[in-house]
């Protein structure tokens, strides 16, 4: 016992002295770039905008491995892109901003922002126009089929952009704090699935849904309602609503009454606010210099 203690109080003497006699500076070049990163405007800009109030990366080129491989997409044209960079924080982020303040976008916003520049189309012949994944990231399609009217035209940056925005922002508000599951009952008979774009605006809102996606299970359903509601101008929401019929408009309107309760009770958000300022926005689009990186 006593000539064990002996010997390994001499290995720990050892060791130590070979531990104390490495070298401490690490030989060969980091793994880690120590280089200054060059940017260009547009890259300075998005740190300025998005990664430093919001800490989201808005990755304007393209990488295959943050695509799905199932379509056959192509990079977004960076000119637009950068067009379309300024307009989504103005509609959407800063709408938010002032509503519910900068913290809770920076919480709740989607890390990565990926622009793509072609559609991506399913199997069946439907067109997709954004995808939320996880609450992680959101895709954007088709930015290389803006035009210099499209940008100024609020409708139809809407239809193509930013009612799938506020739709997929549903999805990763959902996915952190649950709604009322009362809500999947008010037309839980009607949901059909996949079969949804066999369904006409009409028979939908007749149903008690603002779209035919809105058909296709509740978490669409209630996604695609908020979705139309912030951005939809009150005449419009009239127009669907008197589309609806007296049943259809009831249901419609028994689902907002419990989408806005959930937006107020676990986000404090007052989506008529919102929608106020999504539409005030809206409306000074073409005021909006999209020429400069201010």
């Not at 006593?2 to 290995?11: D, F, G, P, Q």
């Not at 050892?14 to 006699?21: F, H, K, S, T």
Request: charged share 20%; proline share 4%; hydrophobic share 40%.
């Amino acid at each position: 016992m006593k000539t064990l203690y002996i010997s390994l109080a001499v290995l720990a003497t050892v060791c130590g002295g070979l531990i104390a006699c490495s070298d401490d500076n690490p030989s060969g070049a980091s793994i880690f770039s120590t280089e200054t990163v060059q940017r260009d405007a547009f890259e300075t800009w998005l740190l300025k905008n998005y990664a430093y109030p919001y800490n989201v990366d808005f990755k304007y080129k393209l990488q295959d491995i943050e695509t799905d491989i199932k379509y056959n997409l192509i990079p977004a044209d960076s000119a637009k892109t950068a067009k379309l960079a300024i307009i989504t924080k103005y509609l959407w982020f800063d709408a938010y901003t002032e509503v519910a303040g900068q913290d809770f976008v920076k919480a709740n916003v989607p890390r990565i922002i990926l622009p793509v520049g072609s559609p991506a189309y399913n199997s069946e012949g439907t067109m997709v126009l954004g995808t939320a994944e996880g609450g992680y990231k959101v895709v954007l399609y088709m930015v290389n089929n803006l035009t210099p009217e499209m940008f100024a035209n609020y409708d139809r940056l809407n239809y193509f952009y930013f009612h799938t925005m506020h739709h997929e922002f549903t999805h990763i508000l959902n996915q952190k704090k649950p709604y009322d599951k009362a809500y999947d009952l008010i037309t839980k008979s009607d949901y059909i699935s996949g079969n949804w774009y066999r369904i006409s605006d009409k028979t939908a809102h007749q149903k008690g849904f603002v779209s035919p996606y809105a058909m296709s299970e509740p978490r669409e359903d209630i996604a695609e309602l908020l979705a139309f509601y912030v951005t939809y101008s009150p005449t419009q929401w009239q127009g669907i609503l008197t589309d609806a019929g007296t049943k259809g408009a009831t249901l419609i309107n028994e689902k907002l009454k419990l989408l806005k309760t959930y937006m107020q009770e676990s986000w404090n958000v007052d989506l008529d606010q919102l929608r106020d300022a999504v539409l005030r926005r809206g409306a000074t689009l073409d005021k909006l210099d999209l020429e400069h990186l201010n």
